[in-house]
T-cell receptor, first 113, second 116 residues
Framework: QKEVEQDPGPLSVPEGAIVSLNCTYS??????FMWYRQYSRKGPELLMYTYSSGNKEDGRFTAQVDKSSKYISLFIRDSQPSDSATYLCAMSDFNNAGNMLTFGGGTRLMVKP | SAVISQKPSRDICQRGTSLTIQCQVD?????MFWYRQQPGQSLTLIAT?????????ESGFVIDKFPISRPNLTFSTLTVSNMSPEDSSIYLCSVGTEGASVYGYTFGSGTRLTVV
């Protein structure tokens, strides 16, 4: 079993839809949770991060963490074609040597005009 | 955040040969990492590049296959040695700043390697 599970998609939605992207994990030591966006032929770029449980909102993006269920989500409101990318969740306890990030496999999102 | 220049952006190599990938950062950074992203797969950490000492490798990765250099705080190289088709992947450099702030974790655009 992978430490972080993420549905690979692809997820295809019409423009303006609300998108829900999710990851589950098994390591209860994870405290920091991140979402990266990766456009084709580009490196991942940090989109949002949260510490421990709770919600965080940034414009059209909302990140949620439920540590009791070991489940994190990224919601995208009013999705745009420019949101089409692969979304990677990542997490860490930032206590281990090297501050390693553990990534999910990524979900490919396609927003159709 | 730091700006990373990674070279080459892509290459097609013959099996049995080696390729060295360069990662140049526009500012001094504490932490530099090398990741591999296989087609349709997650990012997997290969090693942490330590300035002035040997790199720290993750399970499944060895120095003979992936030698890493880090001569200063702005530059690192990863060599993929004695390549086979299984090494076809995207290799990514990532950097972090002091204090492990998540905002400090920046990725390069990656090197797309195809081994034939």
């Amino acid at each position: 079993q992978k430490e972080v599970e993420q549905d690979p998609g692809p997820l295809s939605v019409p423009e303006g839809a609300i998108v829900s992207l999710n990851c589950t994990y098994s390591n209860s030591a994870f405290q920091y949770f991140m979402w990266y966006r990766q456009y084709s032929r580009k490196g991942p770029e940090l989109l949002m991060y949260t510490y421990s449980s709770g919600n965080k909102e940034d414009g059209r993006f909302t990140a949620q963490v439920d540590k009791s269920s070991k489940y994190i989500s990224l919601f995208i409101r009013d999705s745009q074609p420019s949101d089409s990318a692969t979304y990677l969740c990542a997490m860490s306890d930032f206590n281990n040597a090297g501050n390693m990030l553990t990534f999910g496999g990524g979900t490919r999102l396609m927003v159709k005009p | 955040s730091a700006v990373i220049s990674q070279k080459p952006s892509r290459d097609i190599c013959q099996r049995g040969t080696s390729l060295t990938i360069q990662c140049q950062v526009d500012s001094q950074v504490t932490m530099m990492f090398w990741y591999r992203q296989q087609p349709g797969q997650s990012l997997t950490l290969i090693a942490t590049a330590n300035q002035g000492s040997e790199a720290t490798y993750e399970s499944g990765f060895v120095i003979d296959k992936f030698p890493i250099s880090r001569p200063n705080l702005t530059f690192s190289t990863l060599t993929v040695s004695n390549m086979s088709p299984e090494d076809s992947s995207i290799y990514l450099c990532s950097v972090g700043t002091e204090g492990a702030s998540v905002y400090g974790y920046t990725f390069g655009s990656g090197t797309r390697l195809t081994v034939v």
